[in-house]
């Protein structure tokens, strides 16, 4: 970080030094309002001076930690208070609260600041008391009132935060004042521009006359923040290590808004180097280091196609490599080089593909993967942030009808127009606004000379007349009847206002949030289908195979119940069709899985290509090219295709039809002919079949991948960069913006995002590692974190949030409500009653619970609750190399709980999930599930830890917590997984843990105790509010130690206690906590 200092010398216009002032500036914040035309003249602002206006001001002066410091005023213009409603949608706030709290999570609120920042250097100002004659006019002040008078030097300008954000506030005079800046008066004839671009102002402060001049002095400005990172971005792996090593200090401050591109670019660059760039460093230096191994024997050693090394690790080398080796002996890849003389570096004789064996008794455990691949990752990422150099190219100028030139070295004359949008595109991924866009002036570009619809901007001498933020009609559809047909995937209760909220999107982004189990998925599909059907071909993306999968599949399931609506009564030429939706994979996954679909119509999922090293493929069959295919090749083993599936996907299957040279393949696909028998030529069938691939992809109306496969395949890449006219992002939360830069590119293409800030966070591996001289690893780890989602919610763009709990039963929502979701008023909707069907198995489990336990407090009438299994003296072994927690006691109990209920109830256990924080629970579980004593449970699901599952769901969710007071909450105490884990069911939910694992609930416990699996007759525990620190020192993900908050896990405990639903099981046996 840069060290920051106070001034040696004042700025040229800063007045002298005040006597006995203090030796560095304090954040000074305080009520304000402007006199136009002498002390006597008109007030602009002062509400809380009770002037009588209609809106507040602030005289600031910030000074605060990895910040440019400035001086200036704040003005805060009040929200509508029935903007949600009314589809404007609600703001949050990131970058200030109160203005002086920075937050990592966006903050509800009620108004919109725009603050206008004084030039560093070129102003000056005097300060005076008020004459008492004029205090009448300011009957609200607390404080006494001063006059400072501020005068800008010729040929400086202000800065202005905040200017051009979207705004609503119906019926108040502000939204013609922030709407037409220009011409619509604020009081008297003067308008909120003519006020912005005053040459001097006279304030009246609420505040000591006396202080005012040491609080509100540029003297104690310290020099202007700079990350020291230079000017160049782009990808240079040369420049990296001394770079790093020359600037290490603590962790930056998370930014919510770039003072300039370049800031920008070197946050979200660095964020991306800095969190691979050591591991990537220590895998080198492994490399050259060599330890004597030697092979296991084993029977049918000539035949074997696995082998088992033993490496033994020396103390210096696990000491040395401690934090990369925690990380990539979780199941990292590595490749294995073996010497015959460690020597002779020449003497390489073989490198095996390896990945590292975690116990010993559960072989089948293993992972693998591929040597490490930093280059390629990094790569797209940080060219992605670099598209948003203000000299970078259009990315996709074909999407524009533009033609790059042949000669890559030439540059490309982009319209001013396009050039435009770029800049408004900057302006929004900075987050402060568009003050110099909308004013004409673009950061680091020449001069647009561009007549635009709204305003000319060829004319510098002209009067600046700012024209109004673009706006996006995602509904933009001429057949009304089909847009009542999409609505009606909406609630009744939230059509209007989703309809208000999409047909009005400010430069086309809309955002979508709410908690689990509200349908923000449903409600982006909707959206989406809207843009494709106004916009054109949309691209849609989220951050992991599972979640794409689940978006295309809903796109798909959305589609079909629109067109079957809209079509119904109609006849053959007034007829919608769907869209065509594909879930693209890897060409080469796909073509493998299509192969054995032609040998075996029926194999479905299980078609993925796999191997003994690499693991299953992520490849699924529904929605896949390979699908497609199947069923333009008429395949018995897909659906056939549907009158109204797209009538491009009808071309393509009437031309596979007629086409000759496909006939062998079209008999092999239907059955007519079996794989032994085929008669094509088999050195063409891929050519074939990737020719087929291609005019999917070339048809299809909206494709679906994760963000990196649009990079990895070019055919994809061409359809991204010339035929998506929008963009849209489930999971979005959990998506880095560098992912989402690569996908969306940097013309502003319309663009949805949906998702929960509120849920996992993008990973970010070094978030809190130091190195040996306490210096941060990753200096940018809380800039990383925030997603696209957060940061567009943190710059307070307008979102549109759900209100209707979809998927759990009445009561199940509580917890994470009271915890999680204070803000947000919320109802069950009508699936949510307990004593429909879709709730039979949280019935059943609450009937079973008050049997079995008699003790425990029943649910309300009309309700399901979750219940707590405290498992008294549990032990968890911790292993020592990646400080992961397993817990044999915890597993058994619930194991053998889920048993006895499943088999006295007479339920499907494959309607029941178990999740787990830790990797090593995962792995005991499904070892354990192997024993006899749990047949019963052979169908359900295999467990899973919470960062596999979310966005995934069961009919009741058993929680195994994994931990015990002893070691410690772990990370059990990360606020996001826990809200995970805690709304993945529908109808039940059962959380196996220690009660009083924060060591803050040992108090009042209840006198009626089990043992063991048969007499589990636990009382709950009546605790009172504990009295103790908010934080604990816990370990992280990788085994890192910090402190943490602790709160939400307590209070979760507490909600437990409190509402009776504890049940206390002693273990059988008790053992000492060990390290495996």
Same mark, same amino acid.
């Given at each position: 970080?840069?060290?920051?200092?106070?001034?040696?010398?004042?700025?040229?216009?800063?007045?002298?030094?005040?006597?006995?002032?203090?030796?560095?500036?304090?954040?000074?914040?305080?009520?304000?309002?402007?006199?136009?035309?002498?002390?006597?003249?008109?007030?602009?602002?002062?509400?809380?001076?009770?002037?009588?206006?209609?809106?507040?001001m602030?005289?600031?002066?910030?000074?605060?930690?990895?910040?440019?410091?400035?001086?200036?005023?704040?003005?805060?213009?009040?929200?509508?208070?029935?903007?949600?409603?009314?589809?404007?949608?609600?703001?949050?706030?990131?970058?200030?609260?109160?203005?002086?709290?920075?937050?990592?999570?966006?903050?509800?609120?009620?108004?919109?600041?725009?603050?206008?920042?004084?030039?560093?250097?070129?102003?000056?100002?005097?300060?005076?008391?008020?004459?008492?004659?004029?205090?009448?006019?300011?009957?609200?002040?607390?404080?006494?009132?001063?006059?400072?008078?501020?005068?800008?030097?010729?040929?400086?300008?202000?800065?202005?935060?905040?200017?051009?954000?979207?705004?609503?506030?119906?019926?108040?005079?502000?939204?013609?004042?922030?709407?037409?800046?220009?011409?619509?008066?604020?009081?008297?004839?003067?308008?909120?521009?003519?006020?912005?671009?005053?040459?001097?102002?006279?304030?009246?402060?609420?505040?000591?006359?006396?202080?005012?001049?040491?609080?509100?002095?540029?003297?104690?400005?310290?020099?202007?923040?700079?990350?020291?990172?230079?000017?160049?971005?782009?990808?240079?792996?040369?420049?990296?290590?001394?770079?790093?090593?020359?600037?290490?200090?603590?962790q930056?401050?998370?930014?919510?808004?770039?003072?300039?591109?370049?800031?920008h670019?070197?946050?979200?660059?660095?964020?991306?180097?800095?969190?691979?760039?050591?591991?990537?460093?220590?895998?080198?230096?492994?490399?050259e280091?060599?330890?004597?191994?030697?092979?296991?024997?084993?029977?049918?050693?000539?035949?074997?196609?696995v082998?088992?090394?033993v490496?033994?690790?020396?103390?210096?080398?696990?000491?040395?490599?401690?934090?990369?080796?925690?990380?990539?002996?979780?199941?990292?890849?590595?490749?294995?080089?073996?010497?015959?003389?460690?020597?002779?570096?020449?003497?390489?004789?073989?490198?095996?593909?390896?990945?590292?064996?975690?116990?010993?008794?559960?072989?089948?455990?293993?992972?693998?993967?591929?040597?490490?691949?930093?280059?390629?990752?990094?790569?797209?990422?940080?060219?992605?942030?670099?598209?948003?150099h203000?000299?970078?190219?259009?990315?996709?100028?074909?999407?524009?009808?533009?033609?790059?030139?042949?000669d890559?070295?030439?540059?490309?004359?982009?319209?001013?127009?396009?050039?435009?949008?770029?800049?408004?595109?900057?302006?929004?991924?900075?987050?402060?606004?568009?003050?110099?866009?909308?004013?004409?002036?673009?950061?680091?570009?020449?001069?647009?000379?561009?007549?635009?619809?709204?305003?000319?901007?060829?004319?510098?001498?002209a009067?600046?007349?700012?024209?109004?933020l673009?706006t996006?009609?995602?509904?933009?559809?001429?057949?009304?009847?089909?847009?009542?047909?999409?609505?009606?995937?909406?609630?009744?209760?939230?059509?209007?206002?989703?309809?208000?909220?999409?047909?009005?999107?400010?430069?086309g982004?809309?955002?979508?949030?709410?908690?689990?189990?509200?349908?923000?998925?449903?409600?982006l599909?909707?959206?989406?289908?809207?843009?494709?059907?106004?916009?054109?071909?949309?691209?849609?993306?989220?951050?992991?195979?599972?979640?794409?999968?689940?978006f295309?599949?809903?796109?798909?399931?959305?589609?079909?119940?629109?067109?079957?609506?809209?079509?119904?009564?109609?006849?053959?030429?007034?007829?919608?069709?769907?869209?065509?939706?594909?879930?693209?994979?890897?060409?080469?996954?796909?073509?493998?899985?299509?192969?054995?679909?032609?040998?075996?119509?029926?194999?479905?999922?299980?078609?993925?290509?796999?191997?003994?090293?690499?693991?299953?493929?992520?490849?699924?069959?529904?929605?896949?090219?390979?699908?497609?295919?199947?069923?333009?090749?008429?395949?018995?083993?897909?659906?056939e295709?549907?009158?109204?599936?797209?009538?491009?996907?009808?071309?393509?299957?009437?031309?596979?039809?007629?086409?000759?040279?496909?006939?062998p393949?079209?008999?092999?696909?239907?059955?007519?002919?079996?794989?032994?028998?085929?008669l094509?030529?088999?050195?063409?069938?891929?050519?074939?079949?990737?020719?087929?691939?291609?005019?999917?992809?070339?048809?299809?109306?909206?494709?679906?991948?994760?963000?990196?496969?649009?990079?990895?395949?070019?055919?994809?890449?061409?359809?991204?960069?010339?035929?998506?006219?929008?963009?849209?992002?489930?999971?979005?939360a959990?998506?880095?913006?560098?992912?989402?830069?690569s996908?969306?590119g940097?013309?502003?293409?319309?663009?949805?995002?949906?998702?929960?800030?509120?849920q996992?966070?993008?990973?970010?591996?070094?978030?809190?590692?130091?190195?040996?001289?306490?210096?941060y690893?990753?200096?940018?780890?809380?800039?990383?974190?925030?997603?696209?989602?957060?940061?567009?919610?943190?710059?307070?763009?307008?979102?549109?949030?759900?209100?209707?709990?979809?998927?759990?039963?009445?009561?199940?929502?509580?917890?994470?409500?009271?915890?999680?979701?204070?803000?947000?008023?919320?109802?069950?909707g009508?699936?949510?009653?307990?004593?429909?069907?879709?709730?039979?198995?949280?019935?059943?489990?609450?009937?079973?619970?008050?049997?079995?336990?008699?003790?425990?407090?029943p649910?309300?009438?009309?309700?399901?609750r979750?219940?707590?299994?405290?498992c008294?003296?549990?032990?968890?072994?911790?292993?020592?190399?990646?400080?992961?927690?397993?817990?044999?006691?915890?597993?058994?109990?619930?194991?053998?709980?889920?048993?006895?209920?499943?088999?006295?109830?007479?339920?499907?256990?494959?309607?029941?999930?178990?999740?787990?924080?830790?990797?090593?629970?995962?792995?005991?579980?499904?070892?354990?599930?192997?024993?006899?004593?749990?047949?019963?449970?052979?169908?359900?699901?295999?467990?899973?830890?919470?960062?596999?599952?979310?966005?995934?769901?069961?009919?009741?969710?058993?929680?195994?917590?994994?931990t015990?007071?002893?070691?410690?909450?772990?990370?059990?105490?990360?606020?996001?997984?826990?809200?995970?884990?805690l709304?993945?069911?529908?109808?039940?939910?059962v959380?196996?843990?220690?009660?009083?694992?924060?060591?803050?609930? $040992? !108090? +009042? %416990? *209840? #006198?009626? =105790? &089990? @043992? /063991?699996? $048969? !007499? +589990? %007759? *636990? #009382?709950? =525990? &009546? @605790? /009172?509010k504990?009295?103790?620190?908010? #934080?604990?020192?816990?370990? /992280?993900?990788?085994?890192?130690?910090?402190?943490?908050?602790?709160?939400?896990?307590?209070?979760?405990?507490?909600?437990?206690?409190?509402?009776?639903?504890?049940i206390?099981?002693?273990?059988?046996?008790?053992?000492?906590?060990?390290?495996?």
């Amino acid at each position: 970080m840069a060290t920051q200092t106070p001034s040696s010398a004042a700025p040229p216009s800063a007045p002298a030094p005040v006597p006995g002032a203090k030796a560095a500036a304090k954040p000074f914040f305080r009520p304000c309002a402007i006199l136009l035309g002498g002390l006597d003249g008109h007030i602009f602002g002062g509400k809380d001076l009770g002037s009588g206006s209609e809106f507040s001001m602030t005289l600031v002066s910030l000074t605060y930690v990895d910040t440019t410091s400035w001086m200036g005023f704040g003005m805060d213009f009040p929200l509508g208070t029935e903007n949600e409603n009314e589809g404007f949608g609600m703001c949050h706030d990131g970058k200030f609260y109160l203005w002086t709290h920075f937050l990592c999570s966006p903050q509800q609120t009620d108004k919109l600041r725009i603050c206008v920042r004084f030039p560093r250097g070129k102003f000056s100002r005097t300060v005076s008391p008020l004459d008492e004659c004029h205090f009448l006019r300011f009957p609200g002040s607390k404080r006494g009132l001063t006059v400072v008078d501020v005068s800008i030097e010729d040929g400086a300008e202000v800065e202005v935060d905040g200017f051009g954000l979207p705004f609503a506030n119906s019926g108040h005079p502000s939204q013609a004042w922030l709407r037409y800046p220009a011409t619509a008066p604020v009081v008297g004839d003067y308008t909120l521009l003519d006020v912005i671009q005053k040459r001097s102002f006279t304030f009246v402060v609420d505040h000591d006359p006396t202080d005012v001049p040491r609080s509100w002095n540029p003297i104690f400005y310290p020099p202007p923040f700079e990350l020291p990172y230079g000017a160049i971005h782009d990808w240079n792996p040369e420049r990296y290590p001394k770079q790093l090593a020359d600037n290490q200090g603590p962790q930056f401050m998370p930014c919510w808004g770039f003072d300039n591109d370049d800031a920008h670019l070197a946050t979200l660059t660095q964020a991306q180097v800095q969190d691979v760039w050591s591991l990537y460093e220590a895998t080198l230096e492994m490399k050259e280091v060599k330890l004597s191994a030697y092979f296991v024997d084993q029977d049918d050693l000539d035949s074997a196609k696995v082998f088992f090394v033993v490496v033994p690790l020396p103390a210096e080398f696990q000491l040395r490599f401690k934090d990369a080796w925690r990380r990539l002996s979780k199941g990292s890849p590595l490749t294995l080089d073996v010497y015959g003389n460690p020597e002779d570096e020449d003497d390489l004789s073989q490198q095996l593909e390896a990945k590292i064996q975690d116990q010993p008794k559960s072989i089948e455990l293993f992972r693998t993967a591929h040597p490490i691949g930093a280059s390629d990752l990094l790569l797209r990422k940080v060219n992605a942030v670099c598209m948003f150099h203000p000299k970078a190219a259009p990315t996709n100028p074909l999407a524009f009808g533009l033609t790059p030139p042949e000669d890559p070295k030439v540059k490309a004359t982009v319209p001013p127009e396009l050039r435009l949008r770029m800049s408004l595109h900057r302006d929004l991924v900075r987050g402060r606004g568009f003050w110099n866009t909308m004013r004409g002036v673009f950061e680091g570009d020449e001069y647009l000379s561009a007549s635009l619809e709204q305003v000319s901007l060829a004319d510098r001498d002209a009067p600046y007349v700012p024209f109004p933020l673009p706006t996006v009609n995602l509904l933009d559809i001429k057949d009304r009847a089909f847009v009542d047909a999409l609505m009606q995937e909406a609630l009744v209760d939230d059509r209007e206002r989703f309809e208000r909220y999409l047909t009005n999107r400010p430069l086309g982004l809309g955002i979508i949030t709410a908690g689990p189990g509200f349908g923000k998925t449903t409600a982006l599909a909707l959206a989406t289908l809207g843009m494709a059907a106004s916009v054109g071909n949309v691209y849609g993306t989220a951050p992991t195979h599972v979640a794409t999968d689940n978006f295309a599949a809903r796109l798909d399931a959305v589609t079909c119940r629109v067109t079957d609506r809209y079509n119904q009564g109609r006849d053959e030429g007034s007829r919608a069709r769907r869209k065509l939706v594909v879930r693209v994979y890897k060409e080469l996954d796909e073509y493998y899985a299509l192969c054995e679909l032609l040998k075996d119509p029926h194999k479905g999922d299980k078609a993925a290509p796999s191997g003994s090293w690499r693991g299953p493929s992520r490849w699924k069959l529904r929605l896949s090219m390979a699908f497609w295919a199947l069923v333009c090749l008429r395949s018995p083993g897909v659906r056939e295709l549907h009158d109204d599936d797209s009538a491009a996907l009808h071309e393509i299957r009437d031309q596979v039809d007629k086409n000759e040279d496909l006939g062998p393949l079209r008999a092999l696909a239907t059955g007519n002919v079996p794989w032994e028998e085929f008669l094509g030529d088999k050195s063409k069938l891929k050519d074939d079949i990737v020719e087929l691939f291609h005019s999917l992809i070339s048809a299809a109306d909206i494709i679906c991948t994760p963000p990196a496969l649009a990079h990895n395949y070019d055919r994809l890449t061409v359809w991204r960069d010339s035929e998506a006219q929008g963009i849209a992002v489930d999971e979005a939360a959990n998506m880095m913006r560098q992912d989402l830069y690569s996908i969306w590119g940097n013309t502003l293409l319309p663009c949805v995002l949906a998702g929960d800030d509120q849920q996992l966070a993008p990973v970010v591996a070094t978030l809190i590692d130091k190195d040996a001289d306490g210096n941060y690893v990753n200096r940018f780890g809380e800039d990383a974190q925030i997603s696209p989602l957060a940061w567009f919610k943190g710059t307070r763009w307008p979102i549109y949030r759900l209100h209707t709990q979809l998927r759990m039963a009445i009561g199940q929502f509580e917890i994470c409500h009271g915890q999680v979701y204070k803000d947000l008023p919320y109802k069950y909707g009508q699936w949510s009653v307990v004593a429909l069907p879709g709730h039979s198995n949280g019935r059943a489990l609450e009937s079973y619970i008050k049997a079995k336990y008699p003790g425990i407090t029943p649910a309300p009438a009309g309700t399901l609750r979750p219940v707590f299994l405290n498992c008294q003296d549990s032990f968890c072994q911790v292993d020592p190399a990646t400080k992961s927690k397993r817990n044999f006691d915890q597993v058994k109990v619930a194991l053998d709980f889920i048993c006895d209920f499943v088999q006295t109830a007479k339920i499907d256990p494959a309607q029941m999930v178990i999740i787990t924080p830790y990797k090593a629970n995962v792995e005991t579980i499904t070892r354990m599930r192997k024993k006899p004593e749990y047949a019963a449970l052979s169908s359900i699901q295999p467990a899973a830890t919470v960062d596999s599952f979310q966005g995934q769901e069961g009919d009741i969710a058993i929680i195994i917590m994994g931990t015990n007071k002893k070691v410690g909450p772990g990370f059990t105490t990360d606020e996001r997984r826990l809200n995970v884990m805690l709304s993945r069911q529908k109808s039940g939910l059962v959380v196996v843990g220690d009660i009083n694992v924060t060591g803050l609930t $040992d !108090k +009042g %416990k *209840g #006198k009626d =105790k &089990g @043992k /063991g699996k $048969d !007499k +589990g %007759k *636990g #009382k709950v =525990k &009546g @605790k /009172g509010k504990p009295s103790a620190p908010p #934080k604990m020192l816990v370990e /992280g993900v990788d085994g890192e130690l910090a402190y943490a908050r602790v709160t939400m896990l307590q209070n979760i405990h507490e909600w437990f206690c409190e509402q009776g639903r504890v049940i206390d099981i002693a273990v059988k046996d008790k053992a000492a906590d060990t390290e495996v």
